[in-house]
T-cell receptor, first 113, second 115 residues
């Protein structure tokens, strides 16, 4: 299967809080798991990505946790800011960047000041 | 680096006409380009994948005669929506990668409204 399931669909967090978005996948052939941030009327921008040989990757306030046995991965946004308010998409891909990305359904994050 | 430029950002066209959307890689040679479609509050759906100099590979359910994709050079791919109808109104996004990159980069999208 190619499906990637993402939750929650929407999320409201207070400024300074932690935003957590979860994704689950079916296809064990996936070997690249990126997260994208999309603002209204703009294309997605890569935030952070992980491969299954590590369980966690951190870049600034953004951390991906990866659980290979459960086929799940999550994005944690620490110290969430109003400027983080956007739609976040997880994705998965098999092989190199010439192959297609399978996207999750998206999470609309609102960070309240 | 890795800038992908899409043009126009917004376009309104009359039903029955055709509209062309351009996707350019500004600082790298894009061996592969992807075209996505995104409806409001929904995820990105891949429409087709094109490799430079080759015919595009369309996803199931995407009409190749309606959505014409040309990837004639390493820096430009075009998507032409032919005989557009209101149901074709959507946000169209391209992404591009060069031959060695681990990531494909997205353009800023084109909002198509067919009236």
């Amino acid at each position: 299967q190619q499906q990637v399931k993402q939750s929650p669909q929407s999320l409201i967090v207070q400024k300074g809080g932690i935003s957590i978005i979860n994704c689950a996948y079916e296809n064990t052939a996936f070997d690249y798991f990126p997260w994208y941030q999309q603002f209204p009327g703009k294309g997605p921008a890569l935030l952070i990505a992980i491969r299954p040989d590590v369980s966690e990757k951190k870049e600034g306030r953004f951390t991906i946790s990866f659980n290979k046995s459960a086929k799940q991965f999550s994005l944690h946004i620490m110290d969430s800011q109003p400027g983080d308010s956007a739609t976040y998409f997880c994705a998965a891909r098999k092989g190199n960047a010439g192959n297609m990305l399978t996207f999750g359904g998206g999470t609309r994050l609102m960070v309240k000041p | 680096g890795a800038v992908v430029s899409q043009h126009p950002s917004r376009v309104i066209c009359k039903s029955g006409t055709s509209v062309k959307i351009e996707c350019r890689s500004l600082d790298f040679q894009a061996t592969t380009m992807f075209w996505y479609r995104q409806f409001p509050k929904q995820s990105l759906m891949l429409m087709a994948t094109s490799n430079e100099g080759s015919k595009a590979t369309y996803e199931q359910g995407v009409e190749k005669d309606k959505f014409l994709i040309n990837h004639a050079s390493l820096t430009l791919s075009t998507l032409t929506v032919t005989s557009a109808h209101p149901e074709d109104s959507s946000f169209y996004i391209c992404s591009a990668r060069d031959g060695t990159a681990t990531e494909a980069f997205f353009g800023q999208g084109t909002r198509l409204t067919v009236v």
